[in-house]
């Protein structure tokens, strides 16, 4: 049992690592390989696990995920956009018929996909440094230092 385990945190290294690259290649699914880290870090550690799902960058994905709410209409569109962009250039590139068959299957069943998925509304932007009356309390104390200068 302590084999598989090991395995498991491996491959969710692995993938997280993989996802971290694909947010600067294109040609690599970030999404995808977060969710199999955040899988294999469930089946592993715990600890790894409960990390990933609280981190900055990687948890509201996984939170989105695990949620049955939805999808937001503006991040739907924007994965289809850019994926099917990305799949143009690729294309483009490539130049093998083989290739272009195999992109525009994966995009179709894709885009057929996140297209079935539930739509839910967009969530406010919270900010956690300053809040609405707090901004303009923050302006007015630099203008004022401004002007004693």
Not at 20 to 27: A, C, R, T, V
Not at 41 to 58: A, D, G, Q
Not at 104 to 112: D, K, P, Q, R
Request: glycine content about 6%; hydrophobic content about 45%.
């Amino acid at each position: 049992m302590q084999g598989k385990r090991i395995l498991y945190l491996i491959l969710g290294w692995f993938s997280l690592i993989t996802g971290i690259i694909g947010i600067f290649l294109p040609l690599l699914p970030t999404t995808p390989l977060v969710l199999l880290a955040a899988w294999c870090f469930s089946r592993s550690s715990e600890r790894f696990h409960t990390w990933l799902i609280e981190h900055k960058v990687f948890g509201p994905i996984l939170r989105d995920w695990q949620s049955s709410d939805g999808i937001p209409r503006k991040a739907r569109n924007r994965a289809i956009i850019f994926m099917w962009a990305g799949m143009a250039i690729s294309i483009f590139i490539v130049s093998r018929l083989w290739a272009t068959i195999g992109l525009i299957s994966i995009g179709l069943c894709v885009s057929i996909y996140l297209l079935r998925m539930p739509i839910r509304s967009e969530s406010p932007l919270i900010t956690e440094r300053t809040t609405d009356t707090e901004a303009p309390k923050a302006l007015k104390s630099t203008e004022d230092k401004d002007r004693t200068s």
